[in-house]
């Protein structure tokens, strides 16, 4: 039996940015990365305790259930790859590609680490 604190893999209201305005700040003074299936925004934030994510889906995507898949593996993606954050409070935003919706769920993981990477990379540092 594990004796270690449980670690919650969910995704849930606290880890999503939800409000208009925190999508603009991140677009306005983040760090832009662009990738092939992605474009990712990274802005350090002072009040939080852990990463948030936003997701933004355009209709140039595709369909409905095109933009919902890609919207779930997005959210997967994220939830898996807490570690690649390191615990830093960030706001993060995605905006998906319309080659997203044609690429598989590897491809588009190894797209999200890389620019996230980056643009980690070009954050400033306290």
């Known amino acids: 039996m594990n004796s270690s604190p ?6 849930s209201r ?3 940015l939800r409000k208009r305005r925190e999508f603009e700040e991140c677009y306005a003074s983040g760090v832009r990365v662009s ?15 852990r990463p948030r994510l936003g997701i933004s889906v ?3 995507v595709g369909s409905a259930v095109d933009r919902n898949r890609v919207r779930r593996r997005l959210r997967e993606i ?28 590897q491809e588009l993981s190894e797209d999200f680490a890389d620019a996230v990477r980056r643009a980690s990379s070009r954050l400033p540092r306290p």
């Open 35 to 49: 990738g092939r299936h992605v474009q990712v925004f990274l802005l350090p934030t002072a009040g939080g305790s």
């Open 14 to 16: 606290d880890d999503r």
């Open 58 to 60: 355009p209709r140039r």
């Open 78 to 105: 994220f939830r898996r790859g807490r570690g690649l954050f390191g615990g830093v409070p960030l706001s993060i935003v995605v905006n998906a590609r319309p080659s997203a919706s044609r690429a598989s769920f």
């Open 6 to 11: 449980a670690v919650s893999e969910g995704f």
